[in-house]
Nanobody, 116 residues
């Protein structure tokens, strides 16, 4: 099994920045794909970003150019740098880890609130 622990959420004013972290522990091996999702109140879960085993990132259109996903393989940790935050970015953010294309694990979520 794999355990994921997210951190770095909080409250910030519009235009501000936050950096989320997602640390994995447990049986971590194989090809690993990290993703970030979010769920805003009253809305379905939304994919935000993904970084492949080869390090190639992909982003949802609403966050393109503002968010950056990265990974530190030595630390088994993924990051989501969020800049130029907007009120519509307010959500609970979840990380997921897809292991060898078969098993997917999820973190518990971290709240991000963007408000003036």
């Amino acid at each position: 099994q794999v355990q994921l622990v997210e951190s770095g959420g909080g409250s910030v004013q519009p235009g501000g920045s936050l950096r989320l972290s997602c640390a994995a522990s447990g049986s971590i091996s194989g090809i690993l794909v990290w993703s970030w999702y979010r769920r805003a109140p009253g809305k379905p879960r939304e994919w935000v970003a993904r970084i492949s085993g080869g390090g190639n990132p992909a982003y949802a259109t609403p966050v393109l150019g503002r968010f950056t996903i990265s990974r530190d393989n030595a630390k088994n940790t993924a990051y989501l740098q969020m800049n130029s935050l907007k009120p519509e970015d307010t959500a609970v953010y979840y990380c997921s880890l897809l292991r060898s294309g078969v098993n997917e694990f999820w973190g518990q979520g971290t709240q991000v609130t963007v408000s003036s």
